[in-house]
Nanobody
Framework: QVSLVESGGGLVQAGGSLRLSCAPS??????YAWFRQGPRTEREFVAA????????YVAKSVEGRFAISRDNVENIVFLQMDSLKPEDTAVYYC???????????????????WGQGTQVTVSS
């Protein structure tokens, strides 16, 4: 079992920045990801990272603005979000798998463990 606790969401103006954190506990996690779900959209992939931080992926929609990283000492995964836009408004979820997902990093169904979600609201 893995438990995930997210933090760092909030209200920000367009062009601003936020950093989300995800703290796992329980079994060793090999793959982490961030997904988001807007008010009228399905849950979509945002970014993924493996335990060693060697493999990182970011969705095209946020490429160049968002970055995923992991603090190996504190065992926390971050999502740095810069140049935020109103369309980034969503509930952001941290997800985890105890397996290395390889090319399946963006597949929602491959992550059995999810955090409670943190709201990010970007005002125009």
């Amino acid at each position: 079992q893995v438990s995930l606790v997210e933090s760092g969401g909030g209200l920000v103006q367009a062009g601003g920045s936020l950093r989300l954190s995800c703290a796992p506990s329980g079994q060793r996690v090999e793959s982490y990801a961030w997904f988001r779900q807007g008010p009228r959209t399905e849950r979509e992939f945002v970014a993924a990272i493996d335990r060693s931080s060697v493999t990182k992926y970011v969705a095209k929609s946020v490429e160049g603005r968002f970055a995923i990283s992991r603090d190996n000492v504190e065992n926390i995964v971050f999502l740095q979000m810069d140049s935020l836009k109103p369309e980034d408004t969503a509930v952001y979820y941290c997800a985890a798998s105890i397996y290395f997902l390889g090319t399946y990093y963006s597949v929602r169904e491959k992550y059995p463990y999810w955090g409670q979600g943190t709201q990010v609201t970007v005002s125009s």
